[in-house]
């Protein structure tokens, strides 16, 4: 569960410079490619051993080990300079942490050959889950390119011990390595064969390492991803996509889990509007009905409409976020299996016209299944 609400809140979130040794096809001795240059434009090299959670044309992220949870992932945000992008992280995170304690921030680095700013904070998900986390932001163009790394905490009496002293070396060969590129290169996604696919439509989903089937029609393009994540997109010039997280979960509240997600969606996009309780605290639904301030930015439009995805009794939410003169539609499906929170969530580029999606949506929710 740990590891589900650092991948998740890394999502909604919002978030050095030297000479190596490289082999013949242009990676670094003893790293591996994590990003997909087919879809962005950077070269993120982590080591060899790491494994890759995720490759695609909005995120790039690798962790230490299955007992290691140490990682780093990459976004490109929309943010014309640093001290924007960092002014309005440092709101959210404000919101989202009670225990915040940052210990350096705005340090001058140099990262991909551009000048770049770094901060280190520590934060805890509640006892027993501490994590001390450095950002890192570049930017190129009207973008950030926004490195998170994510180091550990252990307790021993009271002093914490984080794992970024273990992973020093590591995360210098990181940030050395890196480099942005001039262009994408050619690639067209990856897919998966699995028994009884549906006629014009291809699998997105290792059924190795997950348990249901995510299909998409056939013209989308699939994001390669290595981890618990499934999602694809319409085309190149049309990034209009779907993907598919699952959450661990000890209650079948749909009502309980889609507080907890607006609770998520509002400290990224408009912390200002969180609920608080006679004490200052934040309200999360567990134990009181939560009531959230309108807001200008979220825009809910559908909540908890009865829905199947293929055969398996879902919820159905829509919203909208407002950012800048652009407005994104979002259409967010809960379904439930085993001990799993599985989300659904298509994303609509801003100022589509919806209904034109109607029938790959209705092809994709209908064939959904479990393994």
């Known amino acids: 569960m740990k590891r589900k609400l650092i991948i998740t809140v890394l999502l909604l979130l919002c978030i050095i410079f030297c000479v190596a040794s490289c082999s013949d096809d242009g990676v670094p001795a003893g790293m591996k490619l994590a990003s997909d240059t087919s ?106 390119y926004v490195f998170t790394f994510t180091y550990t905490g252990v ?41 009884n696919t549906p006629e014009g439509m291809k699998c997105t989903s290792d059924t190795e390492i997950v348990d249901y089937c995510l299909f998409v029609p056939n013209s989308w393009t699939i994001e390669k991803t290595g981890g618990t994540i499934s999602s694809a997109y319409v085309s190149g010039s049309d990034k209009t996509n779907i993907n598919v997280m699952q959450w661990n979960i000890n209650s079948y509240d749909f009502d309980l889990w889609w507080n907890k997600y607006k609770l998520q969606l509002f400290n990224a996009f408009d912390a200002s509007k969180i609920p608080l309780n006679d004490k200052g605290e934040v309200i999360t639904g567990e134990k009181e009905s939560v009531e959230f301030l309108k807001s ?58 919806m209904s034109i999606y109607q029938a790959d949506i209705d092809k994709i929710t209908s064939n959904f299944r479990f393994n």
């Not at 909005?58 to 929309?78: G, P």
């Not at 439009?301 to 994104?328: C, I, P, Q």
């Open 39 to 144: 879809l962005v434009e950077y070269s993120l090299f982590v080591p060899s051993e790491w494994v890759i959670d995720s490759s695609t044309d909005r995120i790039t992220s690798a962790h230490a080990s299955k007992n290691d949870l140490t990682s780093v992932n990459l976004q490109k945000q929309a943010f014309d300079s640093l001290d924007n992008w960092w002014t309005t992280y440092k709101k959210s995170l404000s919101s989202m942490f009670k225990d915040l304690n940052i210990l350096s921030e705005n340090e001058d680095i140099v990262i991909g050959g551009l000048n770049a700013k770094k901060h280190i904070f520590t934060a805890s998900f509640g006892e027993g889950s501490y994590f001390k986390y450095e950002l890192i932001g570049v930017l190129k163009g009207n973008s950030a």
């Open 155 to 195: 307790k021993n009496n009271d002093t914490i011990t984080y794992s970024d002293e273990k992973h020093k070396d590591n995360i210098k060969k990181i940030t050395d390595n890196f480099k942005f590129n001039d262009s994408l290169t050619e690639g067209e996604g990856v897919s998966f064969e699995v028994e």
């Open 296 to 353: 200008e930015i979220l825009i809910f439009k559908e909540e908890g409409k009865d829905f199947k995805l293929g055969e398996n009794d879902a919820k159905k939410y829509t919203y909208s976020v407002k950012m800048g003169d652009n407005v994104y539609d979002y259409e967010v499906f809960f379904t439930m299996h085993r001990a799993s929170l599985y989300i659904m969530t298509f994303t609509f580029k801003s100022g589509c016209d």
